[in-house]
């Protein structure tokens, strides 16, 4: 389900390489006649609401003929089936929207209170009727919308608050300003809508998505000297296999991605 692309992405390659003056993360895309590097930018949190407003449209879309047979069936996450994935989905919603919270208030709320209290929240969930899957998905992300439009109105005390995204681990420190949660969920929304194992590839990723979140996976884990199409590219820094496209600037396969993002 990765490795494919379209008309308007066809010869598009992907470098990413460190600056070694500033170590800071680059990514350049090449069309073809010139190679430009940029620097990931600031969140803009209008643009990011309604980037994940149409994320989430098309991740309905995908969904709304739901039946119960495709609810069960594998997605392309080990272990886990459709079911399980929408439940994640909207457990995901209900986290961010404590960690809004815990920005707006200064008030520490966890997203979840810990990783085994995630993990039960989803395989609990899992197994319902494909109307009750839908509906948590659409009522979460109503909520979260709700308080992401409070958060955009919100000071910069606010925004730039750190919380911890995830279940916390010992001894965790907050690390992620509010102003970045609206692209938190945009990555969670577009990432595991491919992760279900429908319709949705990550040749569908928009490419300003693709762009963004590869400098964010390279901030994170390192840069890499990998050419191919920039969703492939994508899709094998965060573990969601090896597409044709893919070569090593000498040539050779990829193989791993780093650990880490």
Known sequence: RVGQTNGTRQGRRVRVQANERNRQPHSGVRDGRSLRWVTEPLPALAPDLAALAAATDRLLVTTGHLDDRTARQPSLLPGWSVGHVLTHIARNADGIIRLVHWARSGEPTPMYPSLESRERDIEAGSGRPPADLLDDVRASATRLAVALDLLVTSDDDALDRLVIFGAPKPGQKPDSPGRTLPFARLREVEIHHVD??????????????????????????????????????????????????????????????????
């Open 196 to 261: 279900l194992g429908l319709a949705y590839r990550p040749v569908d990723w928009p490419a300003d998505f693709v762009e963004r979140t590869l400098l964010f996976v390279h901030s994170r884990s390192g840069a890499v000297d990998v050419v191919g199409d920039p969703a492939d590219v994508l899709a094998w820094r965060i573990g969601r296999g090896t597409a044709p496209t893919l070569r090593r600037l000498d040539g050779s396969d990829p193989g791993d991605p780093p650990a880490g993002w």
